[in-house]
């Protein structure tokens, strides 16, 4: 495990920044500066994700760039093997305009905690909002299995929607895409999967979410970091 990074607060709190440095290159890459993204860090509000079966504790920045996600043990061992080849496959990419639709994720960080004379240790996924800039009307998160996929109809604007959900809107209110953009979303899938299976990840999402005011539609792979065992 490559660990470069450790930060003491004055409250007691230690920070470990794992694979900093591979972190810090990927953000270079893709977020506006690293002052931008420590600056949305700074201000976070509790959200209350939906979609998953997870109870994970979510929060997202104010300016709705990040999502921030406690993991599990199970989860960090999980990413910390394969790190070094979601590291290449992202960098590979960003630098040749190969097609690609994972949810990027930009920094874990263990958190510890000294209470009460015990320590407590919790683990952070930072992660792009892969929503943000758009006013979506309609969220779906994929598995493509139908079985115990689907939610109840519902008017909260949060509600997340499954794949039985979608199957009976797409009955009446089609979903319609071009060619070329088929093609390209066909080979981001195809990028992302055969890169998750070379690292024995089996069980992820496809989140898509409609953008009618911008007539866009926002696609990304999510909840990849359970490998199978």
């Given at each position: 495990?490559?660990?470069n990074g450790k930060v003491t607060l004055k409250d007691k709190y230690s920070v470990t920044v794992v694979y900093d440095?591979?972190?810090?290159?990927?953000?270079?890459?893709?977020?506006?500066?690293?002052?931008?993204?420590?600056?949305?860090?700074s201000r976070c509000k509790k959200w209350n994700a939906q979609g998953g079966k997870s109870k994970a504790y979510f929060?997202?920045?104010?300016?709705?760039?990040?999502?921030?996600?406690?993991?599990?043990?199970?989860?960090?061992?999980?990413?910390?093997?394969?790190?070094?080849?979601?590291?290449?496959?992202?960098?590979?990419?960003?630098?040749?305009?190969?097609?690609?639709?994972?949810?990027?994720?930009?920094?874990?960080?263990?958190?510890?905690?000294?209470k009460h004379g015990k320590e407590v240790k919790i683990d952070l996924m930072v992660m792009e909002n892969l929503l943000?800039?758009?006013?979506?009307?309609?969220?779906?998160?994929?598995?493509?299995?139908?079985?115990?996929?689907?939610?109840?109809?519902?008017?909260?604007?949060?509600?997340?929607?499954?794949?039985?959900?979608?199957?009976?809107?797409?009955?009446?209110?089609?979903?319609?895409?071009?060619?070329?953009?088929?093609?390209?979303?066909?080979?981001?899938?195809?990028?992302?999967?055969?890169?998750?299976?070379?690292?024995?990840?089996?069980?992820?999402?496809?989140?898509?979410?409609?953008?009618?005011?911008?007539?866009?539609?926002?696609?990304?792979?999510?909840?990849?970091?359970?490998?199978?065992?």
């Amino acid at each position: 495990m490559t660990v470069n990074g450790k930060v003491t607060l004055k409250d007691k709190y230690s920070v470990t920044v794992v694979y900093d440095n591979q972190f810090f290159a990927l953000r270079k890459k893709c977020c506006p500066s690293e002052l931008a993204y420590i600056t949305s860090l700074s201000r976070c509000k509790k959200w209350n994700a939906q979609g998953g079966k997870s109870k994970a504790y979510f929060v997202k920045t104010t300016d709705d760039r990040f999502i921030i996600k406690q993991i599990n043990k199970t989860e960090f061992e999980s990413f910390i093997k394969f790190a070094p080849d979601y590291f290449k496959h992202v960098y590979h990419s960003l630098d040749t305009g190969s097609q690609t639709c994972l949810a990027k994720i930009l920094g874990i960080y263990q958190v510890k905690q000294i209470k009460h004379g015990k320590e407590v240790k919790i683990d952070l996924m930072v992660m792009e909002n892969l929503l943000f800039g758009h006013n979506i009307s309609r969220i779906y998160d994929l598995k493509g299995a139908i079985f115990s996929r689907r939610v109840t109809d519902s008017n909260d604007h949060d509600t997340v929607y499954l794949d039985q959900n979608y199957v009976e809107d797409m009955s009446f209110s089609p979903i319609y895409i071009g060619g070329r953009t088929k093609h390209l979303l066909q080979r981001a899938i195809w990028n992302d999967t055969s890169f998750l299976t070379s690292v024995n990840v089996m069980d992820y999402s496809l989140l898509v979410g409609v953008d009618k005011e911008k007539h866009e539609l926002v696609f990304g792979i999510i909840d990849y970091l359970r490998q199978y065992t």
